[in-house]
């Protein structure tokens, strides 16, 4: 009988609570102490901020006692405050717009010294152009660098998006996962392509004597999707099992487990993508028209992600090579 008084009072007080918050701005907490509903008032930067399938919560009832201690205590104000903070979003933020800031920089200023006077028109024109003349001279100087940088962008870009895609906010975001993608493109992904585009190309022309035409393109499509991309698919799980000290036989596994999957996923995107890739690309640019698509292939494949592994951009069982 006590414990039925005592829930029905507890019952009566949440809901005067309620009316209170909303009439007087306070924000409530509700306890049970020695058969006593307790009712006091919570500081906002303590409370919970949960909504769920439309249901009001106390802690979305608005509160003035911040507002008092602003004007008596702005020390323990901002104390406050600071505490209710997510450090992993501002951190995540922080580096997204120092990293984002510097490129946008670096294109921008492209022609500082000798922009003066430009119209618009001409800044318009002259700075996609310059850039990538830029990214050319620095291609021919530095080949297998500039690829592998090229891939670590690419394959951070694409981790980046699929997080998003899977409803992650920006303080959930796995800072380990992006460094991850980020090393998979710059130790393995550039420098592995650099070599099989260039070796592939000295197959196709002085051993295959393969043409340009459809026949020849078909051909290198074909030797591309059957050797190459399981070849890199495999490479990818390996690296990344490794970086996340996985087990070697788990790792094998994933790899015998993946591989068909993978085969086949990839005849969705990659024939026809490569049929530009060895068809009008040059030798020395294919690696970036390859990296551009994958970052949508990656977007593409977000949701199968969501099950997959963490590990990566993409889950083992969906990412494809190109």
């Known amino acids: 009988m006590k414990?039925?008084?005592?829930s029905a009072c507890t019952v009566v007080a949440v809901k005067a609570a309620v009316v209170e918050g909303f009439l007087g701005g306070g924000y409530c907490r509700v306890s049970l102490t020695n058969n006593e509903v307790v009712l006091s008032s919570v500081p906002a930067a303590f409370r919970p901020s949960y909504r769920h399938d439309g249901k009001l919560f106390l802690s979305d009832i608005p509160n003035t006692d911040t507002e008092d201690l602003r004007e008596t205590d702005p020390i323990k104000f901002l104390s406050l405050q600071t505490s209710a903070l997510d450090v992993n979003a501002i951190v995540n933020a922080g580096v997204l717009m120092a990293v984002t800031i510097l490129v946008l920089n670096q294109v921008a200023t492209v022609d500082a010294g000798i922009m003066r006077g430009w119209t618009t028109e001409e800044m318009a024109v002259r700075i996609p152009v310059d850039n990538w003349l830029s990214y050319s001279s620095v291609l021919n100087a530095a080949p297998v660098f500039t690829k592998a940088v090229t891939s670590a962008t690419v394959y951070t870009i694409g981790d980046l998006i699929s997080q998003a895609t899977d409803g992650r906010s920006i303080g959930?975001?796995?800072?380990g996962r992006v460094l991850r993608s980020l090393l998979a493109g710059l130790l393995a992904?550039?420098?592995?392509?650099?070599?099989w585009y260039d070796v592939s190309e000295q197959l196709f022309e002085?051993?295959?004597?393969?043409?340009?035409?459809i026949g020849g393109t078909a051909v290198k499509v074909a030797i591309d999707q059957t050797f190459w991309g399981p070849l890199w698919n495999n490479t990818y799980i390996l690296l990344l099992g490794l970086m996340k000290f996985d087990k070697l036989e788990n790792i094998w596994g994933e790899m015998k487990r993946t591989t068909i999957p993978l085969l086949m996923s990839g005849l969705k995107l990659w024939p026809l993508a490569h049929c530009v890739t060895y068809g009008l690309i040059p030798v020395e640019n294919r690696l970036l028209w390859v990296d551009l698509v994958e970052i949508i292939w990656v977007v593409i494949l977000s949701t199968a992600a969501d099950g997959g592994g963490d590990h990566g951009a993409p889950a083992p069982a969906v990412e494809e090579e190109k």
């Open 189 to 195: 992904h550039g420098p592995m392509s650099h070599v």
């Open 3 to 6: 414990l039925s008084i005592i």
């Open 172 to 175: 959930e975001y796995d800072r």
């Open 206 to 213: 002085n051993v295959l004597h393969l043409s340009s035409g």
